[in-house]
């Protein structure tokens, strides 16, 4: 069942969605994972900076959740790719020239197949949108440290995670969307519109824990079938952290490696009466934070000649094919 078929039974399946969302809320405001409000840990001055790469992040995860939801949908019912829009309105990011062939193709591909792939896609492209605003939050806090309450690395990780922590309660919303479509309706109590909103009557189909996307075993008879409320939930949860945890085992490397990069770096030298005619001026302090200034203009140990840091740059070995099949599949050239 994806939508229920009268109001009364809608207003029940909201009613019973809309406390076990409150709760899922509610566990993620007090979790003891949840990192602390970015507002609190930044100083006035760096609140607009900070806010801009925030905004940046977002902007670029709704398109990347766009772009994969579009995809994955239309793979997984591609007797709509060759339609101009989708869901009511949403333009085909299919280009128009290779709709006919994405239908051949994706009818003859296995579903649980399709969700994987899609999945990996996400996951991936947000490994790279973490990577990015990693690099941007470091170059301040390495120039700005003296102002941070935290060490430079520790300030920037803490930024970065509470964007990741963030997704927990949106992802499992965009999963429902690459499977299915919600349908409009207004037959319902006002009180329940939020739990409407996040679509909580929803039920997992089952491909989405069939090989390879799962464990079980593929049925093409009962791949359409929905799960009940219980594990429905219990695998939104799970299909979210398996989306979130490369971005965040590659957040946890990233701070690893500018740890070593700073490490790295020579400390300053006493200076000397007479130094000698071709000694350079230090690029390297010692902060209050006891981490070493880096003057991004110039330090080679840590970031390059445009100010890019080289290791926050490491792309998945796999990473290059699969954006260029996502490309080809959607043009994004």
């Known amino acids: 069942m994806i939508e229920p078929v009268d109001s009364q039974e809608l207003n029940r399946l909201l009613a019973e969605g809309d406390v076990r969302l409150r709760r899922s809320i509610e566990a993620l405001k007090n979790s003891p994972r949840r990192p602390k409000d970015w507002e609190e840990i930044t100083p006035a001055q760096l609140k607009s900076a900070i806010q801009h790469l925030r905004d940046e992040f977002k902007s670029q995860e709704w398109q990347i959740t766009m772009r994969t939801e579009c995809g994955c949908y239309l793979a997984l019912h591609p007797e709509l790719a060759t339609q101009p829009t989708f869901k009511g309105g949403f333009t085909n990011l299919i280009p128009v020239e290779r709709r006919a062939a994405w239908q051949q193709f994706y009818r003859r591909t296995f579903e649980p197949a399709i969700f994987k792939f899609w999945c990996d896609q996400l996951s991936e492209n947000l490994v790279d949108s973490i990577i990015k605003t990693f690099d941007r939050i470091l170059k301040i806090a390495l120039t700005q440290q003296a102002t941070l309450p935290l060490a430079p690395v520790e300030w920037t990780t803490m930024l970065a995670h509470g964007l990741l922590y963030s997704l927990e309660r949106t992802l499992p919303s965009k999963i429902k969307a690459m499977c299915d479509e919600q349908k409009n ?149």
């Not at 090989?211 to 429905?232: F, I, L, V």
């Not at 005619?277 to 070493?292: C, D, Y």
């Not at 740059?313 to 996502?326: G, T, Y």
């Open 185 to 333: 309706r207004s037959d319902f109590a006002k009180d329940y519109f939020f739990a409407y909103c996040a679509w909580v009557y929803w039920r997992a189909p089952r491909f989405v824990h069939m090989k390879p996307s799962g464990n079980t075993s593929y049925d093409p008879n009962t791949a359409w079938e929905r799960e009940d409320e219980d594990k429905t939930e219990r695998l939104l949860h799970g299909l979210t952290e398996r989306i979130l945890d490369p971005a965040r085992f590659k957040l946890k490397d990233l701070a690893g490696e500018a740890y070593v990069a700073l490490a790295s770096t020579a400390p300053e030298r006493a200076p000397t009466e007479n130094p000698p005619s071709h000694a350079q001026p230090t690029a390297h302090g010692t902060g209050e934070t006891g981490f070493p200034n880096i003057d991004l203009r110039r330090s080679r140990s840590c970031l390059g000649k445009k100010g890019t840091c080289p290791i926050f740059l490491i792309r998945h070995s796999s990473q290059i094919a699969k954006e260029n099949a996502l490309r080809y599949a959607l043009n994004m050239n």
